[in-house]
Each structure stands twice: as C-alpha cells, then as structure tokens.
C-alpha cells in the first residue's frame, strides 16, 4: 500500500470517528411539512380568538376549543406511533388579585405530549408553542384575536415535529408541549416549569418557538434565510461564589442555556446550510418576555427560536385597516416554507440532543502556569468517547475540537488555558453529541 493510500485511510477513520453519519436527520429535515403546518395554523387561526380568558365551552371558538383541538391532535398523532405519547393537560389556577394582566380567575391550561426516551426516560428536552393569542388590548378576551404567527405557528411547529419524530425511537424524552397564558404572564411556562422540578425532570433543555413565521420586516426587509436563538448568559439562580469564581475563571458567555444556543446554531449549520442561524447574546428581545424564561428562572436551559425580522403591525394589533396598512396578525402574512424551516431546526436539534448520551457531570480544568490545557471529566454511561472544545476568548462558537476516545482526562498539547475557553462534550455511539460542557471544577497540581 503506497503512502497516500494509507493516510487516506487514516483521514477516513478519523472523520468516522468524529462525524455523526446517520442519515436520519436528513430524513427528518425532508418529513417536515409545509401544508401541514399550513393547514394546522389556519385551524388555529380560525378559533378566532385563543385569549387565556377567552371561551372555554363553545367548541369553535376560543381557548377552550383550540386546547381540545391540540390535545385530539398530538392523541391522533399517538395512534399511528402505536401511543407512543403520553398526552395530557397540566393546568395551574390563577386569581385576579396575583397579577395585573388577569382580567378573572381561571385555569391556565398546557396541553403536553411526551415521547418516552428507551434509555434516558428522566431526560428531557422540550420543544414549546404557544395556545393563547392576544390583540391590542391584553385584557379584551372577546375581541378577534387569530394569532396566526403570535404563536399559532409555534404551536403548529410543535405538532409537526410530534408528526416526524415519532416515527423513531430516541433514547431520551422528547416533549411537545403548547403552553398557555404567555400574554398575560409566562404563566404557562412557570406552570410546567415547576412541575418538571416537582417531578425531578433531568431538562436538557427547552426550545421556546414563539413567532416562527414572519419573513418580511416591518421596515420591508425580507430573509427566508436568518433566525434567532435568544439565549441568557448565565442561569439567574448562580451562587454568590459561583460568581466569585467567574471573575477568575471564566465563564460570563458560557452558561447552560449559551450552551444549548451553540448546539443549535452548529447542528443548523451543519445540516441545513441554506439557513442562517444568529445567536443573540441575551435572554430575549430588548425587554420583552417569552416562555423559556419561566424555565430559566428554575435553573433548567432554555432558548428562544424566532424569526429574524419582525413586522409590528402584525402583533398584538386589532385587525384593522389604517392609513392603508392591514394591521393583525393574520393567517395571510405567515410564510409557511419558513415556518417549516424553523420547525426542521427544532426536530434535528431534539433528535441529536435525544440521541446523545448525557453530557459529563463534572469538567475540571487546570495547567496554571504550564504550556499545555488538562481536561479530565466523570465518565458517562452510554458515551462511546468524548470531545473536547475550545475557542478563542472572542469567539462565539466552538471552532475546535478534538475527540480523544474513551478517556477520562487529557492534556492539549501546547493549547495554553489563558488564552483559550474550554469545554468537553459526550459523544454517543451513532457520533452524536451531547451539549458541551463549561468546566466546572478546578485542577490544581
Ligand atoms: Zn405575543
């Protein structure tokens, strides 16, 4: 054998080695429909309003109709999975006097559906719609409020995603949910965010979809192409001295939910390189709020997906005709090929993440005053190896790696730890990865 071909075949082992080479996030990508999304957000536009407060009874408009309608559709959908999911209400009371944006007591109601993981059960990565809809005065529950983007196609994303990926098997939990009472204060999100605690969920991590099918900017841009994943520095419930530390350390840029954000954006830009994912280094928009924060705030990881380019006109709005602008967010400004996009980058993210081994519990790190970085993490049932990443300090993303087997430690060879961040990811036995994993111990010599 002449040299070339031998270090050919090197090369071919090691991108093997390093590569997830199964097909089916392809397939996935494929499965992802178009018309039925289409035909699922004109469903829900069509219960007129989804207000939190609006009709419970009438079985053609209102919340209560549009809850019953989600429920029989993830319950169909379980039917041709063999019940492949478990589907549910969880609900939560609220009374007039705890916020100001309830305008009578009532019930906030999710409607959930879980995909049993065969390895992982207590793992759990949630991907989010929301039922509820709003016009421009948040307490008028009686008043057209169709929704159609805000979060009609949120919602119709997460049924879609139910569709395809229940037609496989995942070794951890996947979670459809459509989350209530979002306008009139996260509360549906804090409802299931404090059950998963009660319940000792292990979250990987929550995708909020809240608005995933605007294409044309209120100032006229149009991009088919870019959307954002919001994402929080570092989790609200770090200690005094994990703060302490940071200043030392480390670490203000690479939180879980900075994490779960990278993952996105570098399993989007590997398999759906047509899109252009832009992370957002903040928790949400400039002071607004979405339904991954309820989750955030309970210390689990959580980002939002959105569209890049939002049109103003179209949310929140009385469907109105004013000085020759169509104000309301209606069934014919949703772009549906776009919403499907997003919806794709949900189940291929979900589908990776449900695939992987659990990351490492622990990651110290030390080489103080040495030339070279030393890793060493805890060892994960179900890892075939473990990656390790690092980056510039200014970078964004983890622009290398190196994957060193199934080894509990490593030593990168002239990689300085002044210089660089660093992180170790699992790596499962199809090639896929878990989320990476910022240090969170000290190696001293
Ligand atoms: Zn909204």
Wanted: glycine share 8%; net charge negative; hydrophobic share 35%.
């Amino acid at each position: 054998m002449n040299q070339l071909i031998k270090s050919s075949i090197v090369f071919l082992i090691c991108l093997n080695l390093n590569a997830q080479t199964d097909q089916k996030i392809y397939d996935i990508i494929e499965a992802v429909s178009v018309d039925r999304i289409k035909a699922d957000v004109q469903i829900l536009a069509d219960f007129g309003t989804r207000h939190t407060f609006s009709d419970t009874v009438s079985n053609t408009r209102g919340i209560g109709a549009a809850r019953r309608w989600i429920k029989k559709e993830f319950e169909l959908i379980s039917k041709d999975c063999n019940n492949c999911l478990e589907v549910f209400y969880q609900k939560d009371f609220v009374t007039k006097d705890v916020k100001k944006r309830v305008p009578h007591d009532g019930w906030i109601v999710n409607v959930v559906a879980i995909q049993r993981g065969s390895k992982y059960p207590n793992r759990y990565i949630i991907m989010s719609g929301d039922i509820d809809s709003r016009a421009s005065d948040v307490m008028d529950f009686s008043i057209d409020a169709p929704g159609a983007n805000d979060n009609a196609s949120g919602m119709a994303g997460a049924i879609e995603a139910a569709r395809v990926l229940s037609t496989y098997k995942f070794e951890s939990s996947i979670v459809y949910v459509g989350l209530s009472g979002e306008e009139q204060g996260l509360f549906g999100g804090a409802g299931l965010a404090a059950y998963a605690k009660e319940k000792g969920w292990d979250v990987i991590g929550v995708f909020n979809n809240d608005m995933i099918g605007n294409i044309e900017g209120v100032d006229g841009v149009i991009d088919n192409r870019s959307f954002r994943i919001f994402s929080e520095p570092v989790p609200p419930t770090e200690t005094d001295r994990e703060r302490e530390m940071r200043r030392f350390y480390g670490g203000e840029v690479d939180g879980i939910s900075r994490q779960l954000a990278r993952y996105v954006h570098k399993t989007t830009q590997t398999y759906m390189p047509e899109m252009n994912p832009m992370m957002v280094y903040r928790l949400d928009r400039f002071g607004r709020g979405g339904h991954h924060r309820p989750f955030n705030d309970l210390g689990f990881a959580g980002i939002r997906i959105m569209e890049a380019h939002e049109n103003y006109t179209q949310q929140h709005q009385d469907i109105r005709l004013e000085d020759g602008i169509n104000y309301g967010d209606t069934f014919e400004h949703v772009n549906f090929p776009y919403a499907a996009k997003l919806t794709a980058v949900n189940a291929i993210n979900m589908a990776s993440l449900a695939s992987a081994p659990p990351p490492p519990k622990t990651v110290a790190i030390g080489g103080i005053v040495e030339a070279s970085a030393k890793l060493k993490w805890d060892k994960v049932d179900g890892a075939k190896g473990y990656k390790i990443y690092w980056r510039d300090t200014t970078s964004p993303t983890w622009d290398h790696s190196r994957y060193v087997g199934d080894l509990e430690e490593f030593t990168l060879n002239g990689i300085v730890i002044d210089n660089s961040y660093f992180g170790v990811a699992s790596v499962g036995k199809d090639g896929y990865e878990s989320v990476v994993v910022f240090p969170n111990s000290i190696l001293r010599n």
